[in-house]
């Protein structure tokens, strides 16, 4: 006969609800499937017993037991490898500030040696100038004396004949001592006859 009606609920042990008024007809309808239906135990079958029930439920703490004891175990493998792992970045972090703290220091001395640097350079440059002018200044006189001691050679060599005239008038004459004494006596002379 097939099922007009489904299976309503079933209890723990997979027994139809035992509803007196549906209970016949549910029985009826549920022989033509077996999805929610469990066949009985035949009578040699020991079935759940209380002390089977006992047992199972015995075997299932102490698997529960044994699964506690192993996640506490894991638990606590777990604890000290994160309070390991906590120690290592606290350790790391101390590094890396320590190194961010030389770093800084190292690069505040480059930019101090920077601004020296810069500084220095600015000064050499200047004194550079300066004595690039100064050098330019005593070409120009090394220039300008060479070309005086080139003109005055020139005169020397020239006044030469008169030096030795004088020389010759110092040594023939009583009167002159030298001959600046003799040019000295001259200008004197003519002087006064200017002024006369």
């Known amino acids: 006969m097939p099922r007009t009606k489904p299976t309503k609920k079933i209890d723990v042990?997979?027994?139809l609800d035992l509803r007196p008024e549906e209970a016949v007809?549910?029985?009826l309808q549920s022989k033509a499937q077996k999805k929610y239906f469990i066949k009985?135990?035949?009578?040699d079958s020991a079935g759940d017993s209380i002390e089977l029930l006992?047992?199972?439920?015995t075997r299932e703490h102490d698997e529960m037991l044994k699964l506690q004891e192993q996640m506490l175990v894991n638990s606590k493998r777990q604890s000290e490898i994160n309070e390991a792992r906590v120690?290592?970045?606290y350790e790391t972090q101390e590094k890396l500030r320590q190194r961010f703290i030389d770093v800084n220091s190292f690069i505040k001395d480059c930019a101090d040696k920077k601004r020296i640097a810069e500084k220095a350079i600015n000064d050499e440059r200047q004194l550079?100038?300066?004595l690039s002018e100064d050098i330019k200044n005593f070409k120009t006189s090394i220039s300008e004396l060479t070309t005086f001691r080139e003109a005055l050679k020139a005169t020397v060599e020239e006044l030469?004949?008169?030096e030795k005239v004088l020389e010759e008038v110092v040594s023939?004459?009583?009167i002159f001592v030298s001959p600046k004494d003799c040019m000295d006596r001259c200008d004197a002379l003519r002087d006064k006859q200017t002024g006369e």
């Open 128 to 130: 550079h100038e300066e």
């Open 40 to 43: 009985p135990p035949n009578a």
């Open 87 to 89: 120690k290592h970045m």
């Open 25 to 27: 007809g549910d029985y």
């Open 54 to 57: 006992y047992i199972h439920n």
């Open 160 to 162: 030469q004949p008169y």
């Open 13 to 15: 042990l997979g027994n």
């Open 172 to 174: 023939v004459s009583d």
